[in-house]
């Protein structure tokens, strides 16, 4: 593994006060969806979406992350020198914030929608010999160029009040105010142009061994991520509710029902 060895993390799962990788493995109540995609390919607009529609818990690393900056956590302080560089959060923090949400009755009970985890082919393989098979009923890759990205990060700003995201006009150089509260919506700290070419170089330096991983054990499919946000959620929703109904067949029979697809 990159920089935490997958044993140290199926021992934070594990021997997590609340629960433990076994009880998580045996969860079937609810589904379990990894969101993969570049910054800016909207993967959290339709993540929110997908998991009032699927009826499971919304779990993003990068709340995860800004979260723990915020309350000034240890973690949260060891993280904000990567955030605010521009690179990537290390694997070992990466993993203990996502252990200790994972290790929540909700994550136990409900299943999870993962946005932004895992990152890395070491990663993913952590998390699949902690819980298993059961890790991923499917993993979703919205897939939007680098090019179309670019432009939407460079406009993207967050309301400071309630988190709210709107696109600033082409050219805008300053704050707004959120059309969903009136607060005030600002650029992020990380979203300097050099920080965002520096991320989405390191995303596909590192999601492609991903992908290729996920692909073989055939949990990946791809969704066309252009288009309107009603338009890239009418596709999601055609390409993972039939194989989320075999996932469901999976486990009450043990054999898929069809072609995977």
């Known amino acids: 593994m990159c920089s935490v060895s997958r044993g140290r993390w199926r021992g934070r799962v594990t021997?997590?006060?609340?629960t433990g990788a076994a009880a998580l493995r045996e969860s079937t109540t609810g589904a379990r969806v990894i969101v993969l995609g570049r910054q800016g390919s909207g993967k959290g607009t339709?993540?929110?979406?997908?998991?009032?529609?699927?009826?499971?818990?919304?779990?993003?690393?990068?709340?995860?992350?800004?979260?723990?900056?915020?309350?000034?956590?240890?973690i949260g302080a060891h993280a904000r020198a990567y955030v605010e560089r521009g690179l990537l959060v290390p694997d070992e923090v990466v993993l203990d914030l996502v252990a200790a949400r994972l290790a929540a009755p909700a994550s136990r009970s409900a299943g999870y929608l993962l946005d932004g985890f895992p990152r890395t082919l070491a990663q993913a393989q952590a998390l699949?010999?902690?819980?298993?098979?059961?890790?991923?009923?499917?993993?979703?890759?919205?897939?939007?160029?680098?090019?179309?990205?670019?432009?939407?990060?460079?406009a993207r700003r967050v309301c400071d009040d309630?988190?709210?995201?709107?696109?600033?006009?082409?050219?805008?150089?300053?704050?707004?105010?959120?059309p969903a509260c009136g607060g005030i919506a600002r650029r992020r700290d990380d979203d300097t142009d050099e920080a965002i070419a520096r991320r989405l170089a390191l995303y596909d330096e590192q999601s492609t061994p991903l992908?290729?991983?996920?692909?073989?054990?055939?949990?990946?499919?791809?969704v066309d991520g252009l288009g309107s946000p009603?338009?890239?959620?009418?596709?999601?929703?055609?390409?993972?509710?039939?194989?989320l109904a075999q996932g469901r067949d999976?486990?009450?029979?043990?054999?898929?029902?069809?072609?995977?697809?």
């Open 15 to 18: 021997e997590h006060p609340i």
């Open 46 to 74: 339709q993540c929110a979406r997908l998991s009032t529609r699927l009826g499971v818990p919304h779990i993003s690393t990068g709340d995860l992350l800004r979260a723990a900056i915020a309350a000034g956590a240890p």
């Open 128 to 154: 699949f010999e902690v819980l298993g098979d059961r890790a991923a009923d499917v993993a979703v890759e919205i897939d939007v160029p680098a090019a179309a990205v670019l432009p939407r990060l460079i």
């Open 162 to 178: 309630c988190g709210a995201l709107t696109a600033a006009p082409e050219g805008w150089t300053h704050h707004l105010a959120c």
């Open 211 to 222: 992908l290729v991983w996920l692909d073989r054990r055939g949990a990946l499919v791809t």
């Open 230 to 243: 009603d338009e890239v959620f009418d596709r999601l929703l055609a390409t993972l509710e039939p194989r």
């Open 250 to 261: 999976y486990q009450r029979t043990g054999t898929f029902r069809g072609p995977r697809t």
